[in-house]
C-alpha cells in the first residue's frame, strides 16, 4: 500500500511540473506566434468554407508577420470587426499603404490607402462586411 502511494505522489508532482512549465509556454506561443481559429461565414467562399454554412474551417493565424509588419498583398489576414470588437473578421489584403483602391459600392470610387494602414475585402464580393463598407483598415 505504501509503494502505490509513493508512485501515486511522483506521478502527481512530476505532472504539476510538466504542468506550471506547459501552461505559460502554450499561451506565450498562442500569443506571439501563432494560433489557430475557427473561419464561420460566407464572405472568403469559396477560399475557406467552401461547404457553405454546413461547415466551417479552420486556419492558422501568424502573428508574427503581422508584428513585423510583414503583410502582402494577398495575404488572409484576421482583424477586429469596426462594427463588433468582440467579433474577429478575416479578410483578404488587397492593397498596401500609398496604393490607389478601386472600390466596389464604397463612397469614393478611388480610394488612396493611408499610411499605416491596409485595404482588406473579402473572397465572396458582396457577401462580405470589408474596406468597402468601412474603409482602410
Not at 73 to 96: F, H, T, Y
Request: aromatic share 10%; glycine share 8%; net charge positive.
Amino acid at each position: 500500500m505504501a509503494q502505490s502511494q509513493g508512485w501515486v505522489r511522483r506521478y502527481f508532482k512530476a505532472f504539476c511540473k510538466g504542468f506550471f512549465v506547459a501552461v505559460p509556454v502554450a499561451v506565450t506561443f498562442l500569443d506571439r506566434v501563432a494560433c489557430v481559429a475557427r473561419v464561420e461565414g460566407a464572405s472568403m467562399q469559396p477560399s475557406l468554407n467552401p461547404g457553405g454554412s454546413q461547415s466551417s474551417d479552420v486556419v492558422l493565424l501568424n502573428h508574427w508577420k503581422v508584428r513585423n509588419f510583414e503583410v502582402q498583398r494577398g495575404d488572409v489576414v484576421s482583424l477586429v470587426s469596426p462594427k463588433n470588437p468582440e467579433q474577429k473578421i478575416i479578410k483578404r489584403v488587397i492593397a498596401l499603404e500609398g496604393d490607389i483602391v478601386k472600390t466596389m459600392g464604397h463612397k469614393n470610387r478611388y480610394v488612396k490607402v493611408p499610411r499605416g494602414h491596409i485595404w482588406v475585402e473579402g473572397d465572396h464580393h458582396g457577401h462580405s462586411f470589408d474596406s468597402n463598407s468601412f474603409g482602410p483598415f
